[in-house]
């Protein structure tokens, strides 16, 4: 055979390191499905293209490489772009392929011709159109080098099939990348930062997303131990450094903990770590930490100042700008500080039963505790989303895996698929509701296909569980399309797709059928019913601070 | 936050779509570019925008921020304020006739314009301005009839720091 455009691609992939493909073909990605098969990358074919990039989504999360999806042109291109949007919104390095039509058709509306390009540009770091076969290799390399860097990101490359089954000689060796500079930022701010944190009396730290994309998650609890301090984290922020460790706070924003948005508003100095201060964490952004001196870590510039004013900006890598800081903080015993907030814990922690998850969060503890330590949980968005990460304990990073700023319903059946596939030594639990289930249901199929031995728990109450609270909190209980029904048997479904499957009533203990998942070899479904009056708490209904938080109706 | 005009001049790879990247990064946040003007420099894998915007005034440092991380452009500079040389062309189709013949010619003379073409009942007109300049001929003028007006927006360099 011949060496053709296709052959490079997967010779760029390999130099790169990749193992694992999500994909769905079309008639314009022949060439490669081709030259792919005879290579040690494994194409997963998933049964919808969003599929294959959450895929990938899952899969850079649980292991921090980049991961890859593949589509074919039009209607499979336009397909992975929710996916591509949901890297984007939570900063996940993938590198999304897309086949395109033949290039002399260009503009000509050929058939499964679209401007992916065009579509993706707002959620893409950015994006390459490979016009020549002899650009094959550097638009490949520098996808990799941008999504896996800086602030990390979706990337797409976009090639036509004549392009990919066009002969080409031999293409110039990769040369060894220089190891990337990861600056720690402004040596006097850090000073400066440090001495306004030592300084303070009533500092908090707030662990955002960032610390886990720039790996320096065993450098945020080694600061957090140093320096004493109490901190607090974004829902992309939860199990960078331990849960259960004792300055944990919880998380803040709309759904957060109660103690720790009080906190923050208590604050007189906030060191902020890898977020951007999405109004999610932040609610009504004029009330938010009102007393506090605010410094602020980012790898990107334009996260720096984006949503709230900062006293304190540094641009960095987040693992060296906490290197570069730890030897300067002196720690202090703030015992005003910790006695206040040792209080708030305790009369705040009598305020809401089981955590304000009620049956749900009982049924994702006694589910953590029948599964390894290791095991990964995968959260769709909904109720189910904030029960889970309300209740999870992340004891090592990556444990918890969400669409937190895209917030995509359907997300965690196939993000579940790539983080297994990434992580195979780990267990995975995916827990969605029902109304997410149905949006990427055919992924059961992928599963069932592979025996991935996925936990699949679908929190089942027939509705639309968060648009009902908000209905019935804020519409004066007008409830109107978030009704959903019991019309459909989902653990019939399940065994469809040739999964096992049982269903569970929460008013039962669900102890037993835990149990049976758990211990199951292969793949598992268990759906479990719960009240569709039990919501989440407490709440911050929209436009309000995130210390007027609603625990009850 | 006061609002002010921006003129912002950007290196950027001579390749399609970075224009589009570019446009995206200042519609997605709800401004309107006033004015723009593109060209290749010295090196033809390299081409100059020069564009011109209305905004708040902490515009440059988000705008900028968000340019900067735009893979395609080399260097972002704001000419907003700093000692340059700015000019914009115009060109200004003027209807002539017996009464007004007079009055206009005067005007051309005065403003220093050049003209490009006059026949009996019509003149177009040549303008190289800065664009306040430019502003105030075109509202001069606009009395007499102007039947059709095109600009370049404005380009911009800075006024060269003489050494000793």
Redesign the interface.
């Known amino acids: 055979m011949d060496t053709i455009g296709a052959d490079i691609v997967v010779k760029t992939l390999l130099e790169e390191g990749v193992e694992a493909i999500f994909g769905y073909p079309g008639a314009n990605t022949l060439p490669l499905n081709d030259r792919l098969t005879g290579s040690r990358i494994r194409h997963y074919l998933m049964r919808h293209e969003q599929g294959a990039a959450h895929a990938a989504d899952g899969y850079a999360r649980a292991t921090g490489k980049v991961g890859v999806c593949l589509s074919t042109s039009g209607p499979g291109a336009t397909n992975m772009v929710t996916g591509i949007a949901t890297a984007y919104m939570d900063s996940t390095p993938m590198v999304a392929i897309t086949a395109q039509v033949n290039s002399d058709l260009w503009g000509r509306d050929a058939f499964q011709e679209t401007d992916i ?2 579509i993706t ?2 959620i893409t ?2 994006s390459f ?1 490979v016009r020549d076969v002899n650009q094959i290799a550097s638009s490949f390399r ?1 996808a990799f080098e ?1 999504a896996g860097s800086g602030r990390t990101g979706p990337v797409l490359v976009d090639i036509p099939r004549d392009i990919l089954s066009a002969p080409c000689g031999d293409q110039p060796k990769r040369r060894p990348a220089a190891p990337p500079s990861k600056p720690a930022g402004n040596p006097e701010q850090i000073e400066r930062i440090a001495q306004a944190l030592s300084r303070s009396e009533r500092p908090v730290i707030i662990i955002g997303g960032g610390v886990k994309l720039g790996n320096a998650c065993d450098r945020a609890t080694e600061f957090v131990q140093t320096a004493q301090v109490p901190f607090v984290t974004t829902m992309m922020g939860i199990g960078s450094v331990a849960t259960t460790n004792g300055f944990n706070l919880g998380f803040i924003g709309t759904h957060g903990n109660e103690l720790a948005n009080r906190t923050v508003h208590q604050a007189d100095f906030i060191l902020a770590l890898g977020t951007r201060f999405t109004e999610r964490s932040t609610s009504r952004i004029e009330e938010f930490a009102p007393l506090a001196t605010v410094a602020q870590i980012d790898i ?3 996260s720096i ?2 949503n709230i004013r900062v006293d304190l900006p540094l641009v960095g890598d987040i693992r060296e700008a906490l290197a570069a800081l730890i030897p300067l903080i002196v720690s202090r015993e703030r015992k005003a500080w910790q006695e206040r907030i040792r209080t708030d814990r305790q009369t705040l922690g009598e305020k809401l039963i089981d955590g304000g998850c009620g049956q749900a969060g009982t049924l994702i503890r006694k589910i953590q505790a029948a599964m390894p330590r290791e095991t990964i949980a995968v959260a769709d968005v909904g109720l189910n989303q904030i029960w889970t990460v309300r209740t999870w304990q992340s004891h090592s990073p990556r444990s918890l895996l969400t669409s937190g700023g895209m917030g995509t319903m359907g997300f965690s059946l196939p993000a579940a698929i790539g983080a297994r596939v990434g992580a195979p030594d780990r267990d995975v639990v995916a827990i969605c509701g029902d109304g997410g289930f149905h949006m990427n249901i055919q992924e059961l199929a992928t599963i069932s296909t592979y025996r991935l031995p996925i936990k699949i728990v679908v929190i089942n109450n027939g509705h639309l569980g968060m648009i009902r609270q908000m209905q019935d909190l804020f519409y004066e209980a007008r409830f109107t399309t978030s009704f959903l029904g019991d019309t459909v048997d989902l653990t019939a479904v399940a065994k469809g797709f040739g999964i096992q499957a049982e269903r569970v009533a929460m008013d039962e203990d669900p102890e037993e059928a835990i149990a049976r998942m758990a211990s199951a070899p292969g793949p598992y479904m268990l759906e479990a019913m719960v009240d569709p009056n039990a919501y989440v708490y407490p709440i911050i209904p929209p436009g309000r601070s995130n210390v007027e938080m609603i625990c009850g109706k | 936050m006061a609002i002010e005009e921006r003129t912002i001049s950007m290196l950027v790879n001579n390749q399609p779509g970075v224009l589009s990247r570019i446009a995206g990064v200042f519609s997605s946040r709800g401004y309107n570019i006033r004015s723009l003007c593109v060209a290749e420099t010295i090196n033809p894998e390299v081409s100059r925008i020069t564009l011109t915007s209305r905004a708040e005034s902490d515009f440059t440092e988000k705008i900028k921020k968000q340019l900067d991380k735009l893979v395609d452009i080399i260097s972002v500079t704001d000419f907003t304020g700093a000692p340059s040389v700015q000019r914009e062309l115009m060109l200004v189709s003027l209807l002539l006739t017996v009464e007004n013949r007079r009055e206009v010619l005067r005007a051309v003379d005065l403003f220093g314009c050049r003209v490009v073409t006059m026949s009996e009942d019509h003149l177009i007109l040549e303008i190289t301005a800065n664009k306040d300049k430019t502003a105030a001929i075109l509202k001069y003028f606009e009395p007499f009839g102007v039947e059709e007006m095109n600009r370049t927006g404005a380009i911009a360099v800075f006024r060269q720091k003489r050494e000793g």
Request: hydrophobic content about 30%.
């Open positions: 390009i065009g540009m707002p770091k950015h159109m520098q941008l990107d510039p334009t100042g984006k």
